[in-house]
């Protein structure tokens, strides 16, 4: 079976390798914590709320921010510095100094849009194994501003979102803090 790589531009589903839940958001503010946009883990792998766009990270400049080099179809290598955008709301994969609602570590949220990101949207990529980020293969996402990894486990939200797990910033790097790219359309790697 051929090796996907996972590439910039390219619009897929994330899935929390432990609990097959995937990467999930939806125009619903938290009600604590920093007000905005919730992420979660929903059950369901057809849901269309469930896909994210890859882009490259952003570094600081002197009139904001400059987002870096990664052209469509770059494979996305260990160590990358990459930014998740939310395909129905353009919303960014953030997170901030904020506890998460269940569990008390840090809030993973959606924040900006098309024209406003930060720092703060930005993870790095580490790659379990190998070089490159691959289709169905075993990666981990750390919050470059506060060093925590993107994790999920069995906590789940009751109402309006029930059944759907929290998503967070943790600081420990165990079995919830691996994730998968999953179904989507991927450009294929640049030559």
């Given at each position: ?23 999930h ?46 052209a ?14 939310h ?14 609602p ?47 990894y ?14 759907q ?10 079995q ?16």
């Amino acid at each position: 079976k051929a090796k996907t790589p996972v590439t910039c531009g390219s619009t897929l589903k994330l899935m929390h390798a432990q609990t097959k839940h995937r990467l999930h958001s939806h125009d619903i503010a938290y009600g604590s914590g920093s007000g905005q946009q919730s992420v979660t883990a929903y059950p369901n792998g057809g849901d269309a709320n469930s896909y994210w766009i890859i882009r490259p990270g952003v570094d600081r400049t002197s009139n904001g921010f400059q987002e870096r080099e990664c052209a469509q179809g770059t494979t996305i290598k260990h160590g990358d510095l990459v930014r998740l955008q939310h395909v129905h709301t353009r919303k960014w994969l953030h997170s901030h100094l904020h506890r998460s609602p269940l569990t008390g570590q840090q809030e993973v949220s959606g924040f900006g849009g098309d024209n406003e990101s930060d720092l703060s949207d930005n993870w790095r990529v580490e790659v379990e194994q190998g070089k490159e980020l691959l289709k169905d293969k075993k990666f981990r996402l750390v919050h470059v501003e506060t060093n925590l990894y993107l994790s999920s486990s069995e906590n789940k939200y009751g109402r309006p979102i029930a059944g759907q797990q929290e998503v967070c910033g943790s600081h420990k790097k165990d079995q919830n803090t691996f994730w998968m790219a999953t179904e989507g359309v991927y450009f294929p790697a640049r030559e």
